[in-house]
């Protein structure tokens, strides 16, 4: 395979197809569409289904038909349509199947708007849906990286028998750059599909796929069966870039684009003598806890900075607990955080924390 | 010993596609007809292995425990939705839903008519009995014009609260759906015609024809506040002439021509 110019969401299309995904249903949403009209050609091209359902909770309810039949299935879709995905996300967690969604988030709340925000963070990361589940949050900041994490989650999915939700941006999703694209790996045969899937009981009890415990005491058994394996997960799967943390007295946090920007801010944050790092979960749940309490320990101040107004911020306090310093910088409603914004950030908090001593000057960012 | 063996018929067995549980459903209520006749008809098509249901939500929720076939629950309405996925990902096996009037024709309208338009492959039970059941009899789509319902106390009332829909006509209309019939389950001759409908439903599948429906009218003595014949002569007299029986549509070629019968 050869590096190509992609763009995120036919490459994270293509992706899924290599990786041997059997069938994507979904609903047309803007920033993501790409990968839908991806799908709609290449799926039927290669005798695998494509269904362009008629809503996003449709959509969502046919992966986890497919899922139950032991199908590799995932949809995609935007801020909007995941919220409408939430009652089946809930159903395809409580009945433990396997299921990939792809969020090309989008600035909200309600219809909001189709540039690129992180205000799904909270939706995504602590559940959305009802009941105690959680799901493995991958949080690319590439085209490469929305690639692998397509493959990945697939494989994390089935591992896990859990919900992986990749969770891009408009900006990762409408952007085009150099990336490879893994080779074709064939679709697992009907015949090889999972002992507890639903494939017709030939010579075999009965299988069923359901969400339902009506007695309390069988349902809290679940939950608690959950917690385990979600704690199985926290110790197996996280996954953390830190990024010139050796050194650094002030380290920002954050996740996918935020991340992306931020690294372009540190860098001339450095240039400026500031020893300053990254911090970006690739998990987002599992969180990387003890990489973050880690680097608490050792640096003088933590920015926190997002493409919304704090939802990972939740996390890094939590996660901190008054350690050091945390402060934040945002910018909401599909409005991109620009570098300078963020290195002016990261100067204030350098000078706050007195991590600035052997820096150039302060200077105002030109509005 | 050279006595021979008492002679004896069996008259009534369970079907092998039902399991030997006792259902929740309450005395008189017509589910427990409904689902020996799709478990008949599975037996006799010897397809028990090869059939997937998908379960709703309402008194039918727990239908995954009375079949003896995989079986997966869906949320509420949303049961064509799932039963497209299975039988897109398994489409040489048998895939049917079993949906209630508040699941198939209030919250999940909408994936029903879709699947319906898409043409799915799939086989839809419809329990049409003009309430909601498990949730105490709330006025269901379905309710007819005056019926005393826990949430039309007064008698549903055209104007406030809209007009019963019948959802077969509907249904019927969509170029995707083959095969729609109205049966109803309130007297022996009328359950033997709704089990040769389940027959036909799933032969529809089988023979590739498209989306199939059976819409059949139940019973629900408990929140009619009715004894059980009382319900059954309900559905005769009250619920037939708004919900006509009948064929819809039926796939030509389904049914053998029959000597001496008009086109």
């Known amino acids: 395979m050869a590096v190509e110019l992609l763009k995120g969401n036919v490459a994270f299309a293509e992706a899924a197809v290599r990786a041997g995904c059997e069938a994507y249903f979904g609903y047309p949403i803007t920033p993501q569409t790409e990968a839908l009209e991806h799908m709609a050609k290449r799926m039927p091209e290669l005798g695998r289904v494509f269904v362009q359902a008629e809503s996003e909770v449709a959509a969502i309810n046919m992966v986890y038909g497919a899922a139950a039949a032991g199908a590799r299935v995932m949809t995609s879709s935007s801020s909007p349509g995941v919220s409408l995905m939430m009652e089946g996300i809930s159903y395809i967690a409580g009945s433990e199947v396997p299921a990939v969604v792809v969020d090309v988030m989008r600035g909200g709340p309600g219809l909001g708007n189709i540039a690129p925000a992180q205000c799904d963070y909270l939706q995504m990361v602590k559940g959305g849906g009802h009941g105690d589940y959680r799901s493995i949050v991958l949080a690319p900041s590439t085209v490469q990286e929305l690639i692998d994490h397509t493959v990945l989650a697939f494989d994390l999915a089935e591992a896990w028998r859990t919900i992986v939700v990749v969770l891009a941006d408009g900006s990762l999703g409408q952007m085009m750059e150099g990336a490879e694209l893994p080779p074709m790996r064939p679709p697992r045969p009907p015949s090889e599909r999972a002992a507890w899937a639903l494939t017709g009981a030939i010579g075999r009890p009965t299988n069923l796929v359901s969400s339902i415990h009506l007695e309390p005491s069988e349902e809290e058994a679940f939950n608690q069966r959950l917690q385990a394996k979600y704690a199985a997960i926290e110790a197996a799967e996280v996954r953390v870039e830190e990024h010139l943390t050796g050194d650094a007295r002030i380290a920002v946090v954050a996740f996918g684009t935020a991340a992306r920007l931020a690294k372009t801010a540190i860098a001339a944050a450095r240039d400026d003598g500031l020893a300053v790092g990254v911090l970006r979960p690739i998990t987002l749940d599992p969180f990387p806890t003890a990489a973050l309490r880690a680097l608490a320990e050792r640096v003088d101040g933590l920015l926190v900075v997002e493409m919304n107004a704090g939802q990972m911020l939740q996390d890094v306090q939590r996660v901190v607990a008054e350690r050091v310093p945390v402060r934040f910088f945002g910018r909401t409603g599909g409005v991109m955080p620009m570098p300078e914004e963020i290195g002016a950030a990261i100067r204030e908090l350098a000078h706050e924390v007195g991590a600035a001593d052997d820096a150039a000057p302060w200077q105002e960012v030109p509005a | ?263």
């Open chain 2, 1 to 263: 010993m050279t006595t021979a063996p008492l002679a004896t018929t069996p008259v009534y067995e369970r079907p092998d596609a039902l399991t030997d549980v006792p259902t929740h459903y309450c005395p008189g209520c017509t589910h427990g007809i409904a689902h020996r006749l799709i478990a008949e008809v599975i037996d006799e098509l010897g397809v028990r292995e090869t059939t997937i249901g998908v379960a709703s939500v309402g008194c039918s929720v727990f239908a995954y425990r009375y079949f003896a076939t995989d079986f997966a629950q869906a949320a509420h309405g949303r049961a064509p939705a799932m039963a497209t996925g299975l039988k897109r990902v398994s489409p040489e096996r048998l895939v049917f839903t079993y949906q209630g009037d508040g699941d198939l024709a209030s919250i999940g309208a909408a994936e029903i008519l879709h699947a319906a338009a898409r043409g799915e492959a799939i086989t839809v039970f419809f329990l049409n009995n003009a309430t909601y059941g498990m949730t105490g009899g709330q006025m269901a789509p379905t309710s007819l014009i005056g019926q005393k319902t826990t949430s039309s106390p007064l008698g549903r009332d055209a104007a406030s609260q809209g007009s019963p829909i019948r959802m077969s006509e509907l249904i019927a209309q969509l170029d995707g759906a083959a095969y729609v019939v109205r049966r109803s389950l309130h007297d022996v001759v009328q359950i033997k015609r709704a089990k040769k409908a389940i027959r036909e439903a799933f032969e529809v599948q089988q023979r590739g024809l498209g989306f199939a429906m059976v819409e059949l009218l139940s019973s629900c003595p408990t929140n009619w506040g009715m004894a059980p014949d009382e319900a059954l002569g309900w559905i005769r007299d009250a619920m037939v002439p708004a919900y006509p029986l009948g064929d819809f549509k039926v796939p030509e070629g389904l049914r053998p021509a029959r000597k001496g019968a008009h086109a």
